[in-house]
C-alpha cells in the first residue's frame, strides 16, 4: 500500500507545482501520400492525418481526467514536407495548408514537419519547403516548421544558414502584423532529433514507424521546490541527487501516460522526452531553478555551471525511468516563456552572450529571443552559425528561434500571448557579419565526426 | 481497476459519511482509508475497488464533483497506477 505521504506528495506536485504531461504528439507517416498532382497530395494528406489522429484529443482527455493530471497538449508531427513537395509540380503551400485543416480537424493546436532537412544541400522539395516559409507561416494558425542546417556527420550547410536568416526576416515581415510571431513557428536546427514531441520543432524522422506516440513531461517547479527544500548550504553532490530522483519521479509518469496512450489509440510508444520545460506562469520556470541554486539571478557567472548541472541530472533521472528515453530531453531555456528568464533579461542580468553559452549545457539551443526588427538578415545568419557551430562541435542538438519584431527596438516588450509569452527586445551586436555569411558553401564536418 | 480518493479541506463533521455512503450507493468497494490532519487541513486518503461497480469511472467522478461543491472541499479521484509509477520500482 502506498503511504499517505507518497500520495500527497503527488498531489502537491501536480496541484501546487505545476507538474504536467506537456504534450502528447502523434507522429504520422505522410511517405505513402505521394502523388504527381498537388491536389491529390493535399487531399492524401488531410485524410491520413483526420484519421490517424481522429481519437488523439479524446483519449488524451480521458487520460487526463483518470490520472488526474494535465496533459497540455495533443500535438501531430508529420513526415518532412519537403520529401513529398518534389513529387508534384507547383508550390507546396497546399501541403501546409492541409496540415493545417486537418489540425483544425482533429483538434490538435500545432502540427509539426512542415520541414526540410538541408545539412548538405537542398532537394527541388527543400527549396519548395524553404521559399514558401513567409507565406505559409502567414497563411496558416496551427503548422510549425522547422529547417535542418548542420549536422556532427555532415557539417554546417552555410548556403542554408544564410537563406535561414532572410527566410525569418521575411516571416518577420509576413506576420508583422501579429508582431511578427510567425517566427515562433519558425526553428532552424543543427543535429534535429527524429522524434521530438516539442513544438515547433517536431517533425516525424524517416526513421520512425508509420505511426507513434511520443510523450513531453515537464515539471520546471516541481524541481524547484525539491532544490528549495534542500536549504542554502546543500553540497552539489546532494543537488544533483535530489534533482535526478525528482527527474525519475516525473518520468516514471510520463511513462506511465505513454503507455495508456499508445495502448488506447493502438499505436506503438516511441518515447518519453523529459523536458524541464517553462511557460510563463507563475513557478514553471527554468530561471527559478538555476537561481534556487544560489545565483542572485539567472545570468550571473555560475549559470552555465548550474545549467549544466541540471540538464545532466535531469536526463540521468529521466533515463532509469522510462524503457525510451529520446527526443531532446534536458532543460529549455525559452527566454519568452519563463518568467525568470524575461526578469533576467530586463533587469540586465542576462544577455544573448550569455544565453549563448549556456547553449552549449542545456537540452536545445537560443529559443524565443526576440530582437530589434531592424536587425540585418545577415546577423541573424550569424547568429545561427554560432548556434550551429556549438552543436556540431559538441555532438548535441541546438536550435535558433528568434523573433526579429519589425518595428521594436531594444527596451520594447513584444506580446506573443498564452504559452508563447512576452519577450523583451534584446541588443544584438552592432558589428557587421555580412562578409563572413556571404561566403556560401560549406563548413566541413569535425574530426570527431569520423568514429568508423 | 482500483482508484485512489483524496479530500482535503477544512474539517467538518459528515465528509467521511458523506463520501463513503456515496461510493456505497455507486457499489464500490473501500479497500482502505486513512484520515488525519495535516498542515490543519482534514486530509483522507482511501482506496477503493472499481470493479464490482456499474457506474463507469466518469460518472463517479462527477458525482465526486457535485459532493466536492456541497462540501467545500477538494476532492480528486484518480487512478491508483498513477500513484504506483510514480512511487514504486
Known amino acids: 500500500m502506498l503511504s499517505n505521504r507518497e500520495i500527497m506528495e503527488t498531489i502537491h506536485m501536480i496541484s501546487d507545482e505545476n507538474l504536467d504531461i506537456r504534450t502528447i504528439t502523434m507522429g504520422i507517416s505522410l511517405l505513402d501520400c505521394c502523388s504527381e498532382s498537388m491536389e491529390t497530395m493535399r487531399q492524401k494528406i488531410f485524410d491520413k492525418i483526420a484519421k490517424k489522429a481522429e481519437y488523439l484529443v479524446e483519449t488524451g482527455e480521458k487520460i487526463e481526467r483518470e490520472y488526474g493530471i494535465p496533459i497540455i497538449h495533443k500535438r501531430i508531427a508529420v513526415t518532412p514536407i519537403s520529401l513529398l513537395a518534389a513529387n508534384a509540380a507547383g508550390e507546396s503551400t497546399p501541403l501546409a495548408l492541409a ?217 540521468k533521472g529521466g533515463v532509469m525511468a522510462s524503457s525510451h528515453v529520446g527526443g531532446l530531453s534536458g532543460a529549455f531555456i525559452p527566454v519568452s516563456e519563463d518568467a525568470g528568464m524575461i526578469s533576467a533579461v530586463r533587469s540586465g542580468a542576462l544577455s544573448l552572450e550569455k544565453l549563448e553559452a549556456m547553449t552549449c549545457v542545456c537540452s536545445v539551443g537560443l529559443d524565443m529571443i526576440v530582437v530589434p526588427g531592424d536587425t540585418p538578415a545577415q546577423t541573424i545568419s550569424a547568429i545561427i552559425a554560432d548556434e550551429s557551430a556549438i552543436g556540431m562541435i559538441n555532438n548535441k542538438t541546438t536550435a535558433v528561434r528568434i523573433i526579429p519584431a519589425v518595428g521594436k527596438k531594444v527596451g520594447d516588450t513584444v506580446e506573443f500571448g498564452g504559452l508563447l509569452g512576452s519577450g523583451p527586445v534584446m541588443p544584438v551586436s552592432r558589428y557587421s557579419s555580412e562578409t563572413f555569411v556571404g561566403r556560401g558553401g560549406r563548413i566541413p564536418a569535425p574530426i570527431h565526426s569520423l568514429r568508423n | 481497476m482500483r482508484a485512489v480518493i483524496t479530500v482535503i479541506g477544512k474539517d467538518k463533521t459528515g465528509i467521511i459519511a458523506k463520501t463513503s455512503m456515496l461510493l456505497y450507493q455507486e457499489n464500490i468497494n473501500i479497500l482502505d482509508i486513512s484520515q488525519t490532519i495535516m498542515q490543519e487541513l482534514f486530509t483522507m486518503v482511501m482506496l477503493v475497488d472499481l470493479s464490482g461497480s456499474e457506474a463507469a469511472f466518469e460518472s463517479v467522478a462527477a458525482k465526486l464533483e457535485t459532493l466536492e461543491k456541497e462540501l467545500g472541499v477538494s476532492i480528486r479521484i484518480q487512478h491508483e497506477d498513477l500513484f504506483q509509477s510514480m512511487h514504486r520500482i
Not at chain 1, 550547410?157 to 521575411?170: F, I, P, S, Y
Not at chain 1, 505513454?258 to 516511441?270: I, K, M, Q, T
Open chain 1, 99 to 315: 496540415m493545417d485543416e486537418a489540425a483544425k480537424q482533429t483538434g490538435v493546436n500545432f502540427i509539426g514537419g512542415y520541414s526540410a532537412l538541408v545539412h548538405k544541400g537542398y532537394t527541388a522539395g527543400d527549396e519548395k519547403v524553404i521559399h514558401s516559409l513567409p507565406q505559409v507561416l502567414k497563411e496558416t494558425e496551427r503548422v510549425c516548421a522547422s529547417v535542418n542546417v548542420g549536422t556532427t556527420k555532415a557539417g554546417i550547410n552555410m548556403d542554408a544558414v544564410r537563406e535561414m536568416g532572410e527566410m525569418v526576416k521575411a516571416v518577420a515581415e509576413a506576420t508583422k502584423e501579429q508582431d511578427s510571431c510567425g517566427c515562433a513557428k519558425l526553428v532552424v536546427f543543427t543535429n534535429a532529433v527524429e522524434d521530438n514531441p516539442f513544438m515547433a520543432g517536431a517533425f516525424h524522422g524517416v526513421g520512425e514507424p508509420e505511426c507513434v506516440i511520443n510523450v513531453g513531461v515537464s515539471g520546471p517547479g516541481v524541481v524547484r521546490n525539491a532544490v528549495a527544500k534542500l536549504g542554502k548550504n546543500a553540497s552539489f553532490d546532494i543537488l544533483a541527487e535530489t534533482i535526478k530522483k525528482t527527474a525519475f519521479k516525473i518520468t516514471r509518469m510520463g511513462q506511465l501516460v505513454a503507455h495508456e496512450a499508445s495502448r488506447r489509440l493502438n499505436v506503438p510508444f516511441g518515447i518519453v522526452d523529459l523536458s524541464l520545460a517553462p511557460t510563463p506562469a507563475v513557478g514553471d520556470s527554468v530561471a527559478y531553478i538555476l537561481e534556487e541554486m544560489g545565483l542572485e539571478q539567472c545570468g550571473a557567472h555560475g549559470t552555465t555551471a548550474a545549467l549544466a548541472l541540471l540538464n545532466d541530472a535531469v536526463k
